[in-house]
């Protein structure tokens, strides 16, 4: 497994973040940071920072979806005119480029926040103003949304994606192709004989589709499965 910053010349950097509004990375009340993240746009990683714990656990939900192909945290402030008439500004956590051209403002924000200051109301008046130009679609998320278990599932997933290793994921496709009915990813596991190779390359099946959970939950040893629908 080669470490994802190795190229055949050496290793390089990610890029920089292109965040617009310089983040302090030391809090007393929140998780701050940065993840290297690989994006389709650059074809290769780059650094985005996270304001939360929340933010992150968006970051690695938003890219477990597959379709995305770049991220721009804190992008230029959309002007809006508030309901007393007066102008404003307002920075969107992160504008998300999908696959197909189009792109979603996010709005991250806890639920308790957005209950206590009306939030919801206050993101719908900007997302009215917001040009197409910027945005076609202006999006909500808080804790709310997903279930805890989901968003360790995401970063599972993005800490396995890092290093790729065909021959674990070669070994997990064989043991889907001859797979009837359903199993236990442990069972997968031993099947293989390759151990966490292979339990890493089994959670990259169930976000590829190879593989799909028989119930919702964390994905792990004693996990059921199923051919997913990439493999019938």
């Keep these: 497994m080669m470490h994802p910053f190795l190229t055949e010349i050496g290793y390089r950097e990610p890029l920089p973040s ?17 993840v290297p993240v690989w994006l389709a746009s650059e074809q290769w990683w780059r650094r985005v920072v996270f304001e939360s714990q929340l933010e992150l656990m968006f970051i690695q939900l938003i890219l477990s979806q597959g379709n995305v192909y770049d991220i721009w945290e804190q992008p230029p402030a959309v ?11 307002h920075y969107f956590d992160f504008l998300i480029t999908w696959m197909d051209g189009s792109k979603t403002a996010w709005a ?13 109301q206050e993101i719908a008046l900007i997302a009215s103003q917001t040009p197409n130009s910027f945005a076609d679609e202006v999006r909500l998320f808080t804790d709310a949304g997903f279930q805890r278990y989901d968003a360790v599932n995401a970063a599972r997933f993005q800490q396995f994606s890092k290093s790729p290793d065909p021959a674990a994921d070669d070994a997990v496709a064989a043991q889907i192709s001859v797979l009837e009915g359903s199993t236990t990813i442990a069972r997968i596991v031993e099947q293989t004989g ?39």
């Design 108 to 120: 991250v924000k806890p639920f308790e926040l957005v209950q206590r200051r009306d939030f919801d």
């Design 18 to 34: 292109l965040s617009t509004r310089k983040i302090p990375m030391r809090s007393r009340t929140s998780c701050r940071g940065f």
């Design 79 to 89: 002007r809006y005119i508030k309901e007393n008439g007066k102008s404003a500004q």
């Design 194 to 232: 390759m151990s966490g190779r292979a339990y890493r390359a089994v959670v990259r099946a169930v976000f590829r589709g190879d593989l799909r959970q028989v119930k919702g939950g964390l994905i792990d040893y004693p996990t059921l499965v199923k051919r997913g629908v990439t493999q019938c």
